[in-house]
């Protein structure tokens, strides 16, 4: 009798427990464009050195974001509206931060063109007292955690002088010291001494300071009327540098002189050696030529060397000799095409060439120039890398990047043949001892004190060629992992393991003993320390996991020589953790398709994890669909992936309309949270929402056939979804943008598969793209398509008939399907005339085909109210072909021109 009773009872819990979910269910709504403003991203996310404290904000679709300072094992502090650019003092007692006027203020001081300022708010953590200083640029805290400095706006933007108003508070001693017209300031390293250059009207007081912090002494280094620039403090000691020069009334260049002092200490009582170098009191430097403010000055790390650039000195062109006409004189010489150089100009007239100084006798050495523009500097050493690609620049039968390589010494200026032709660069090591390139994927060692070539590939005896790098150049390698801290050994990545390779002996080693490749896990090592460039291979080493086939992602930890051991693994896309200075503390997001990607906080161990944002509770309101993973086989025979989002109410006795997204691959997609946000794409999760399927599929491709590639992944993975049961075959839709607009744009020319299509800013024209611009960048079209994204192989003269076979527009007539094309007039990436051409012949072939244009828009819509117009209009269009919906006027008859602000899509829903 009792086992019934109890029976009894738990029934009719279950009953009320499923009773109550189906309510809830029932309850939810769908997700519609309307309800995106209330969406939060995260921003401004920052960990205390102590581990202690956090802040985050909120920041929504449309508003104001709010940011939140957080007692991690306790209250938040306090919230701010706009807060941004949080830092926290070194001791953790202190939070700075930037504080902007709401919106509303902010878009009505736009409108009347008047400067949005920003205040600053200095945090007592401890306390939770709180000061404000208005109209703040900048500010930063000293390493002691004494002072902040704090720089205020100018008053005058239009004035001839830059400096400004700067605070130096003493947060401990409460005193503040106000000092004009500052141009740029820094702390030393130790945070003991603070220097600063004024910049002030009429050059008065003009120079560089440095305030002793011991005791607030002010000592003027260098002064004069001259304009001070590039100030930099060495970090390994207490040296300082700057520039300083004047204009000649008839030049274009300032004539500067270097000057540079040492042994700077709190509580000095004179100030140590200093030294200057002019130009011109030097013979061996080149004529013409001055010491240029456009590049930095660096110091190297015995503060023996200063690296800086020299730029050509011009004179002013007079009125009465400048050309009167205006043309731009294209020539097939022209190394960079006029463009190019057009896009690239304001650059081109502040680049310099790199050169240094060695301070002990003031020897001057020019390391580029124009035959060898690039050099790599060691601050640690004495050496440099060259790259000259004089002899690769105009040969347009070769892939740029193309260059000889050549060590330099910096002390003597020897230059020395390290490789010829080589594409695949990887640099110099952090201690400076070694140069690293790959040869058709094997990789190569130079080592400057011997000046030996050493092929590290052939001491592991595998290849680190990485395969599935399907583009028509030298193939790439899985590339560098790490340095070790002593020097000896080169950690470099596998597709799935990490390998250690000795530098100075024979001695490689899996690192991760095959576990990654036997799992498809791909192993990466991971720097908590954002100042260390090297890993001590004595300690335990952190390690980012990725399951290839699984999706699944998080930490691992690995001692040399043992195998790796799991911290945190799981079917979630796990974030970039970010350490506390001072504290083993991490924080981290984690995310699914359902679980946006939300704040936590945890040890290094990733143990007892705390979560500590919550920033779209309003989810739970809504209907969201959930993702899961096919595999599928192409017609190549090729295995591959695609991620599928069901629909949130989804029957497996049921078959859907479907949505298919794609790219290049997308499957790693399969976690990432569907964050609902004003754009030109289709959202997984509004769709998903309002019962569709949206199917992500991988595509890999054959050289020469990129359109055909796409074709064969897209179909096989739409079949393999079929014939699971999933989508409905008579009810399914397209969309890709960019690239994806192309394949998109193809792939409707080849199969009547499908209901709808909506392409965006679609390359549909191989042939006349190739001859076009990519005019953001100004380059020619011609090697993407060849070499890169495109994987043409060849040019259209080499193969015509292989450019027509690929492209949209050249099998417009073999059209069946109502396709919908989206282009900005002024997309920089793909000419608005490939979706014009596209539109065109469509037309002339009396296909269904509407384009929408939208004047002075870039290759993604950037107006808001475009963004959401579109987003209506693209889902009006599949809910009509995909869904049998009520179709509005825009798509049964368009628009006529003068009604166009008149008719929206929002009042043409029903079709009247």
Request: aromatic share 10%; proline share 4%.
């Amino acid at each position: 009798m009792k086992t019934l009773l109890n029976y009894r009872i738990f029934i009719s819990v279950v009953i009320i427990l499923l009773s109550s979910q189906f309510s809830f269910g029932q309850s939810q709504k769908p997700l519609s464009l309307e309800d995106y403003a209330q969406w939060n991203s995260i921003r401004q996310t920052s960990i205390s050195p102590n581990g202690n404290f956090m802040t985050y904000a909120y920041e929504p679709n449309e508003g104001d974001a709010t940011l939140h300072i957080r007692n991690i094992n306790g209250d938040t502090l306090r919230t701010v509206l706009n807060g941004k650019r949080v830092s926290f003092s070194e001791d953790s007692k202190w939070l700075g931060y930037l504080v902007d006027p709401a919106k509303e203020v902010a878009d009505k001081l736009k409108k009347s063109k008047k400067p949005v300022l920003s205040d600053l708010q200095i945090l007592n953590v401890e306390t939770n007292d709180i000061s404000e200083v208005t109209s703040v640029r900048a500010f930063s805290f000293s390493k002691t955690s004494q002072f902040i400095a704090i720089h205020k706006n100018r008053t005058d933007k239009k004035a001839d002088h830059k400096g400004s108003d700067l605070l130096l508070k003493d947060l401990q001693g409460d005193k503040t010291l106000n000092i004009g017209n500052v141009s740029s300031y820094a702390f030393n390293k130790e945070g003991t001494l603070f220097s600063y250059i004024v910049d002030a009207d009429g050059d008065n007081g003009n120079g560089l300071y440095v305030i002793d912090l011991s005791n607030l002494r002010t000592w003027p280094l260098h002064t004069g009327p001259f304009t001070y620039s590039q100030m930099t403090w060495n970090k390994e000691n207490n040296q300082i540098a700057v520039l300083f020069g004047a204009k000649e009334d008839d030049h274009m260049e300032r004539d500067n002189t270097m000057y540079w002092t040492s042994n700077l200490v709190p509580g000095m009582t004179t100030v140590g050696l200093q030294s200057t170098y002019a130009p011109e009191d030097d013979a061996k430097f080149p004529k013409n030529m001055v010491i240029s403010e456009y590049s930095n000055l660096t110091w190297n790390a015995t503060g023996t060397k200063l690296f800086h650039g020299v730029k050509e000195q011009q004179t002013k062109l007079k009125e009465e000799d400048s050309l009167k006409a205006n043309v731009d004189v294209w020539h097939w010489k022209d190394e960079r095409i006029q463009s190019h150089q057009m896009v690239q100009a304001k650059r081109d007239r502040k680049a310099t060439f790199a050169s240094v100084l060695n301070l002990g006798n003031k020897g001057f050495m020019q390391l580029e120039n124009e035959d060898m523009p690039s050099v790599e500097i060691s601050e640690k050493n004495d050496w440099a890398v060259g790259s000259v690609d004089t002899l690769y620049r105009k040969n347009v039968n070769l892939p740029g990047g193309y260059e000889d390589l050549y060590s330099i010494n910096t002390n003597t200026g020897a230059k020395t043949l390290i490789a010829e032709r080589v594409y695949r660069n990887m640099g110099m090591s952090p201690d400076g001892n070694w140069e690293l390139f790959s040869r058709d994927g094997v990789v190569m060692a130079y080592n400057f004190m011997t000046g030996k070539l050493t092929n590290l590939t052939d001491r592991t005896g595998i290849s680190f060629i990485d395969e599935d790098d399907d583009k028509p150049v030298e193939k790439r390698t899985y590339g560098v992992a790490g340095w070790s801290k002593d020097g000896d050994t080169l950690i470099f990545n596998h597709k799935y393991d990490l390998w250690t390779i000795g530098l100075n002996s024979d001695v490689s080693a899996n690192l991760t003993q095959g576990i990654g490749n036997k799992g498809s896990i791909r192993f990466r090592l991971v720097q908590l320390d954002p100042e260390a460039k090297t890993f001590d291979l004595t300690k335990p080493l952190l390690l980012y996991a990725y399951g290839d086939k699984t999706k699944k992602s998080g930490y691992y930890d690995v001692m040399v020589g043992e195998k790796p051991r799991v911290l945190l693994y799981e079917d979630k896309m796990i974030g970039r953790a970010t350490k506390a200075k001072h504290a083993n503390k991490i924080m981290y997001t984690q995310q699914t398709f359902v679980d946006f990607p939300d704040y936590w906080v945890s040890d290094l161990t990733f143990s007892k994890a705390k979560k500590i944002t919550n920033a779209n509770p309003q989810q739970s309101d809504y209907r969201w669909g959930k993702r899961v993973l096919v595999d599928y086989t192409d017609e190549r025979g090729h295995e591959l992936q695609a991620t599928l989002a069901l629909p949130a109410d989804y029957d497996s006795k049921k078959t859907y309309p479907m949505i298919v997204y794609f790219y290049e691959k997308m499957s790693q997609r399969h976690h990432l949270y569907s964050m609902p946000t004003y754009d030109d794409r289709p959202h997984m999760s509004t769709y998903a929402s309002n019962g569709y399927l949206v199917l992500m599929p991988d595509i890999v491709y054959d050289v020469g056939l990129p359109g055909s590639s796409a074709l064969d992944d897209v179909t096989s993975a739409v079949k393999e979804v079929i014939k699971q049961g999933y989508a409905d075959p008579a009810r399914i839709g397209i969309q890709g943008h960019s690239w994806g607009g192309y394949e998109s744009s193809f792939i409707v020319t080849q199969t009547d598969m499908f209901a709808a299509v909506v392409t965006g800013a679609p390359l549909t024209n191989l042939i006349s793209m190739y001859n076009t611009n990519y005019s953001r960048a100004g380059f020619s079209n011609g090697p993407l398509l060849e070499w890169s994204q495109g994987r043409m192989g060849v040019s259209p003269w080499e193969n015509m008939e292989l450019y027509r076979s690929q492209s949209p527009l050249h099998h417009a007539a073999k059209i069946t399907t109502p396709f919908l094309i989206l282009h900005g007039t002024s997309d920089g990436a793909v000419d608005w005339n490939q979706g014009l051409e596209y539109y065109s012949a469509a037309r002339r072939l009396g296909k269904e085909v509407i384009l929408l244009s939208y004047p002075g828009e870039p290759h993604h819509l950037k107006v808001e109210a475009n963004q959401k117009d579109f987003q209506i209009r693209m889902k009006q269009y599949f809910d009509y072909y995909l869904k049998g919906d009520v179709a509005p006027v825009w798509i049964t008859e368009g628009i006529p021109h003068l009604s166009k602000n008149r008719l929206g899509p929002e009042a043409l829903e029903t079709g009247n």
